[in-house]
Each structure stands twice: as structure tokens, then as C-alpha cells.
């Protein structure tokens, strides 16, 4: 049984939600920032559409958010390894194409008041079901989602059948053009719907 669908309703947070609701508080300050503050902006430029889940019992609180974007999986550009990964479960004839349709995970959060009850599992279960749903409007074979390169998000995206795109942090430095001995901010991880759609 699911809390979220059983005790929220699902919206689109818009000027007019965050107005009326209380501030969304989640355990990064930064995402706290851009859905309070930044999300408007950027659905109203299209470059993604943020919603959220609001308790039933006090409308005024938002559970958890996040936001979607177009994307792709450019295959063709990945070293073999990575190319191998991504290829295993596509059909023979669809390996050609330069890149797979993907939705990109650009934000996701939990209310800290929600954490630690599942929640979070409940919100990526219902991203996936939503993107295999026959009335989807568009073809999307993957998610993706530039993970913070911390251990508790990694960790929540590696639980959810998340896998790393590139195998070593080196490797996604070099496809970036990125030049640093720094760790990376963030690394690319992917999941493939099909594993939902078919059951396999």
C-alpha cells in the first residue's frame, strides 16, 4: 500500500501552489532552493516541469517533489563498455540508433518530516510506472538522473535499480572533457524501463 497515492494528491507545483504552501524542506539546501524558488522559472523557459506530492490531511504541506525533463542516451558517444551495458537488453535492430529516448531526474526530494518511511521508494516506483503507462505522451526507454556523488543519494538510486553509466569516475571525467583530480559533483546513473514493461 502506498502512502503517497493513498494519502496525497498529485500536483503541479506552480507559483501559485508554493504561495500557498509551507516551504518545502527536504536534506539538501540546494533543491530546497530550486523548488521554492527556481522550478517556476524553469518550466516557464520549458526546459522541465516540477510536481509534487501534497499531504490530503493538510493540503498546505508538499511530501515530496520532483522534476522531469526530456533527454537522451547518446550511445553512440560512450566508451564500449558503457555502449555494451546500455545494448544488452536493446534489440538487435534498434542498436544503431545514435541515442535512446530517456527522461532525466533533474530534482528529486523528500520532506524531512516523510523521511525514512519509504517514501522515497514510493515516489520513484510511481516515475516509473508513469513513464511505462500506455497513455504516456511520449516514447521513453530510460531514466537518468546526474546523482549527487554523495553516499546517501547514490545509495537511494543504486536501491531503485539505478546503475552507473560509466564504471569509474575517471572514465565519465574523460567523456565530460572534464580535467580535475577533484571527486565529480555528481555522476550519471540510469535505469531501463523495459525491465518494467516486459516484467523481465
Not at 129 to 138: G, Q, R
Not at 163 to 180: L, T, V
Request: with cysteine; charged share 25%; glycine share 4%.
Amino acid at each position: 500500500m502506498s502512502f503517497i497515492t493513498n494519502n496525497c494528491t498529485f500536483r503541479v507545483l506552480n507559483k501559485i501552489l508554493i504561495t500557498q504552501c509551507e516551504p518545502f524542506a527536504c536534506s539538501e539546501n540546494d533543491l530546497n532552493e530550486f523548488f521554492l524558488k527556481d522550478c517556476v522559472a524553469y518550466s516557464k523557459d520549458l526546459f522541465g516541469k516540477t510536481y509534487c506530492f501534497t499531504l490530503d490531511k493538510n493540503p498546505k504541506k508538499i511530501v515530496c517533489a520532483f522534476t522531469i525533463s526530456n533527454d537522451s542516451i547518446k550511445a553512440k558517444l560512450l566508451p564500449k563498455v558503457s555502449q555494451n551495458k546500455l545494448n544488452r537488453k536493446i534489440n538487435n535492430q534498434k542498436r544503431s540508433l545514435k541515442s535512446y529516448p530517456a527522461v532525466l531526474i533533474g530534482r528529486l526530494g523528500v520532506n524531512t518530516n516523510f523521511e525514512g518511511n519509504g517514501i522515497g521508494q514510493e515516489l520513484m516506483n510511481f516515475v516509473k510506472a508513469w513513464f511505462i503507462d500506455e497513455e504516456n505522451k511520449t516514447g521513453c526507454r530510460f531514466l537518468v538522473v546526474d546523482s549527487y556523488n554523495k553516499e546517501r543519494p547514490i545509495s537511494y538510486y543504486s536501491k531503485n535499480g539505478f546503475k552507473f553509466i560509466f564504471d569509474s569516475e575517471e572514465e565519465e571525467k574523460e567523456y565530460s572533457g572534464i580535467i580535475s583530480d577533484d571527486p565529480l559533483n555528481t555522476r550519471l546513473m540510469y535505469f531501463d524501463l523495459i525491465l518494467l514493461a516486459t516484467g523481465n
